[in-house]
């Protein structure tokens, strides 16, 4: 089970859930156009996984060492975001 901490509260994600899913279903107003890793426009930065966060394929957006695609990152345990 994966674990997601924001600032305003603390959620799990189900079964087959994106972390853009598991986002928008607990009102995080987050921008996405896409949903596949090209424009970038998800981006959000972290401040810790407990474990690796990887994608199914590379994504095409330029992201910085702090910074996850939650339209098409994979995560698993626990992991905090920072500014949403």
Not at 33 to 49: D, F, I, T, V
Not at 52 to 60: D, G, H, K, T, V
Not at 66 to 76: A, G, N, R, T
Request: glycine residues 6%; negative net charge; aromatic residues 8%.
């Amino acid at each position: 089970m994966t674990w997601v901490t924001t600032t305003r509260t603390t959620f799990y994600l189900h079964d087959d859930e994106t972390l853009l899913e598991g986002l928008l279903r607990t009102g995080h107003n987050v921008e996405f156009q896409c949903r596949e890793g090209y424009c970038g426009s998800c981006r959000l930065a972290y401040a810790h996984a407990n474990q690796p966060i990887s994608y199914a394929s590379q994504p095409l957006a330029q992201l910085k060492n702090d910074e996850i695609l939650p339209c098409c990152c994979q995560v698993q345990g626990r992991i905090t975001l920072l500014n949403i």
